[in-house]
């Protein structure tokens, strides 16, 4: 999943974040997927993601079609974990992220035990994913390396910015949506939990982490680098 | 994208949402527009943004007698207050741009949504890449730079010289009108996208060759180039072959997605195309 697999950082800076996501083979086996689908998000509760996702419908942090205009005092900043699992309606990829490594180990070793058959990857660090495997027990299947970004990288944003954006690889949330937030941050307009919120909203995959994404808010909010 | 002027009142949210910034407020009508050359059609302020609907006339008019008193505005970020936002009917050559800019759109040559690809994600059932093998995903444009596709046939023209063979299951492969040369349809190549991947495979014995290719080719191709390198672990689930190459070439290792072999196969018949909405995250 390269939309998980660039994200911006050394691999210390993933310890809170643990992406495993679910995804039928086009032909091969997603004829049938989708109850089996509802079933790896349904699983992922217990071990109490930070964020759930389908690759159609979007995160547990959705954009308001209809806001009412007194909606902006009182913003609801639940994820909504249940619209994701009943939202499942056709073969896609799915995705559970946690904070941390002991529940990503506990739901791996669970999705092993319901033999599901769909195709799991962990996306984090290559230290992190092969302890999952190891207290799951199981041998690493393939890997995909990410070699980081190249060519004209000086047309990229400055390392925060980019911590938060690549968080969608998709690219949804803009180099300056995310500069805004570290700004509002720092100036004391919003928490980093709002600030996050806003963003994890653009996110069309459910894939954004609001936990990492407070913290590298935090960290801005005293030095931006 | 367009914007409907009779409805927008220029509080500019929108103009940080645009990942191309490609969205200000023009002075002279006081209006948001979209540059279209820029514009990639990712939807995201579309999609992305609440929408409320009030009133124009009103906000605008609220807003100047705010400005008057020199106040300042503290809205919510992430609204467009008068839902200003309208798709166009897209038409090709145009609508790739959509199709490589929006992950909620399937590409049609491959069914699925993202950036259409699997890659090694379910390399346990497709047996996409082998032990002694190396899939190589060149991403251009990401993280937030976006691209062009001529610029992105510079990669794809030095990658056919070189003799490797194009990923079949590929939306940048099935946009070439000459697969063995590496060239893409002429009438694409002045349109800008978000992102798009294209997908080789080689031994792994090439595997420092394409690197090296990819690295002297990259100073002529105006954005940032994202490299993925997949591989087949040994029945260890090690792999002791690609990764020591890779940091012998002076890469630290960070981050992977790792595919950990829990897919089966279960149906032998291919789908029919309506049938598959899977994306690719």
């Not at chain 2, 730079?145 to 492969?173: C, D, R, Y």
Request: overall charge neutral; aromatic content about 6%.
């Amino acid at each position: 999943m390269t939309n998980t697999l660039h994200r911006y950082g050394n691999a210390a800076s993933f310890y809170d974040d643990y992406v495993v996501f679910a995804i039928p083979s086009r032909g091969k086996n997603d004829k049938g997927s989708v109850p089996k689908l509802k079933k790896f998000l349904e699983m992922a509760l217990p071990f109490k993601p930070v964020n759930l996702g389908d690759a159609i419908h979007g995160g547990a942090l959705r954009p308001c079609r209809d806001m009412h205009p007194t909606s902006h005092w009182n913003r609801d900043m639940t994820p909504d974990f249940r619209a994701v699992i009943d939202g499942v309606d056709a073969p896609t990829t799915v995705a559970a992220v946690f904070d941390s490594r002991v529940s990503a180990e506990d739901f791996v070793k669970t999705v092993k035990e319901a033999d599901l058959g769909l195709c799991v990857n962990i996306s984090t660090s290559i230290d992190g994913a092969e302890q999952c495997c190891q207290v799951a027990g199981i041998p690493r299947h393939s890997i995909g390396y990410s070699l980081g970004f190249q060519g004209k990288t000086e047309k990229l944003p400055n390392t925060q910015v980019l911590m938060l954006t690549t968080m969608c690889g998709h690219g949804m949330i803009g180099t300056s949506m995310a500069k805004k937030m570290i700004d509002w941050v720092k100036e004391g307009r919003r928490t980093p939990e709002q600030a996050t919120t806003y963003m994890a909203r653009f996110c069309s995959c459910g894939v954004y982490n609001p936990a990492r994404a407070k913290r590298i808010l935090e960290d801005a909010r005293h030095s931006t680098k | 994208m367009k914007i409907n002027a009779s409805k927008c009142v220029a509080c500019g949210n929108c103009t940080y949402v645009c990942p191309m910034g490609a969205i200000y407020v023009d002075p002279v009508i006081k209006r948001a527009t979209i540059d279209s050359n820029e514009c990639v059609e990712c939807y995201t302020c579309f999609h992305g943004m609440s929408q409320e609907h009030l009133n124009p006339t009103l906000v605008r008019g609220m807003r100047k007698i705010f400005q008057m008193m020199r106040l300042r505005f503290d809205p919510e970020p992430d609204v467009c207050p008068t839902a200003a936002f309208e798709p166009d009917e897209l038409v090709w050559p145009r609508v790739v741009r959509r199709a490589f800019s929006d992950p909620r759109v399937p590409h049609e040559s491959t069914g699925v949504q993202g950036r259409g690809t699997e890659e090694v994600k379910t390399n346990d059932v497709s047996g996409r890449v082998k032990e002694g093998e190396v899939g190589f995903t060149i991403e251009f444009g990401r993280p937030g730079v976006g691209v062009w596709f001529h610029e992105i046939q510079k990669m794809t023209w030095a990658l056919a010289k070189a003799g490797v063979s194009f990923e079949k299951k590929n939306p940048i492969t099935s946009l070439m009108s000459d697969v063995p040369t590496g060239t893409l349809r002429a009438d694409i190549l002045n349109e800008k996208i978000m992102s798009a991947i294209v997908e080789i495979k080689v031994t792994v014995d090439r595997t420092e060759e394409i690197i090296h290719l990819v690295r002297e080719i990259e100073p002529q191709v105006d954005t940032v180039i994202a490299l993925g390198v997949g591989v087949r672990c040994d029945s260890e689930g090690e792999d002791t072959v690609v990764a020591p190459i890779l940091e012998r070439m002076g890469y630290s290792l960070e981050r992977a997605k790792t595919n950990i072999g829990l897919g089966r196969i279960t149906q032998t018949e291919p789908p029919k195309q309506e049938e598959l909405a899977g994306a690719i995250m």
